[in-house]
C-alpha cells in the first residue's frame, strides 16, 4: 500500500506586521509537536487558559498566515500546523479547539483546529472520518 499523497496548500504572505507573531508560533510549534501526547495537551491546556473563543474567520485568517509563511507547514505536517494555528490565535487573545484524531479505513492520524463547529480548512467530507481523540478547548 503506498502512502496518501496530501497535496501542498499554499497561502498569500500575511501583512508584515502580522509576520512577527506568525513567525513565532512556527518556531515554538516544531518542539511542542516533539513532546508526548501527554505534556502536548498540559502545554496547549495552560496556553490556552484565559483565551477567548476564536471565530472561524480568525481561524482561517491565522491558518493562512501560517502557510503564507511555511511551504513546510502546507503539506502533511498537520501537526506542527495546527499548533502552529493555535498559538497564533493565542497571541491575538483567542483559542480554537486543537483537536487530533485517528481514522480505523484506512489508519490515519490528524491534527486540525475548529472554530464556530467546523474544521478550519479541511474537507468536511474527509474530516468526518475522524475520531476525536484528544481536543483541547478554551479554558477557564
Given at each position: 500500500?503506498s502512502?496518501?499523497?496530501?497535496p501542498?496548500?499554499?497561502?498569500?504572505?500575511?501583512?508584515?506586521?502580522?509576520?512577527?507573531?506568525?513567525?513565532?508560533?512556527i518556531a515554538?510549534?516544531w518542539?511542542?509537536?516533539?513532546?508526548?501526547?501527554?505534556?502536548?495537551?498540559?502545554?496547549?491546556?495552560?496556553?490556552?487558559?484565559?483565551a477567548?473563543?476564536?471565530?472561524?474567520?480568525e481561524?482561517?485568517?491565522?491558518?493562512?498566515?501560517?502557510?503564507?509563511?511555511?511551504?513546510?507547514?502546507?503539506g502533511p505536517?498537520c501537526l506542527?500546523?495546527?499548533?502552529?494555528?493555535?498559538?497564533?490565535?493565542?497571541?491575538?487573545?483567542?483559542?480554537?479547539?486543537?483537536?487530533?484524531?485517528?481514522?480505523?479505513?484506512?489508519f490515519?492520524?490528524?491534527?486540525?483546529?475548529?472554530?464556530?463547529?467546523?474544521?478550519?480548512?479541511?474537507?468536511?467530507?474527509?474530516?468526518?472520518?475522524?475520531f476525536?481523540?484528544?481536543?483541547v478547548?478554551?479554558?477557564s
Amino acid at each position: 500500500m503506498s502512502p496518501k499523497m496530501v497535496p501542498l496548500e499554499r497561502a498569500t504572505a500575511p501583512a508584515w506586521r502580522r509576520r512577527p507573531a506568525a513567525l513565532l508560533a512556527i518556531a515554538l510549534a516544531w518542539p511542542l509537536a516533539r513532546l508526548s501526547p501527554h505534556r502536548l495537551r498540559g502545554a496547549l491546556e495552560f496556553l490556552s487558559r484565559g483565551a477567548q473563543p476564536v471565530t472561524a474567520a480568525e481561524a482561517e485568517d491565522a491558518r493562512n498566515a501560517i502557510l503564507g509563511l511555511s511551504v513546510r507547514h502546507g503539506g502533511p505536517r498537520c501537526l506542527e500546523r495546527s499548533i502552529a494555528i493555535a498559538l497564533i490565535c493565542r497571541l491575538s487573545g483567542g483559542w480554537p479547539d486543537w483537536c487530533t484524531g485517528v481514522s480505523t479505513h484506512p489508519f490515519e492520524a490528524h491534527a486540525w483546529v475548529e472554530a464556530d463547529g467546523r474544521a478550519i480548512g479541511e474537507n468536511p467530507d474527509e474530516i468526518t472520518h475522524f475520531f476525536i481523540t484528544m481536543k483541547v478547548s478554551v479554558s477557564s
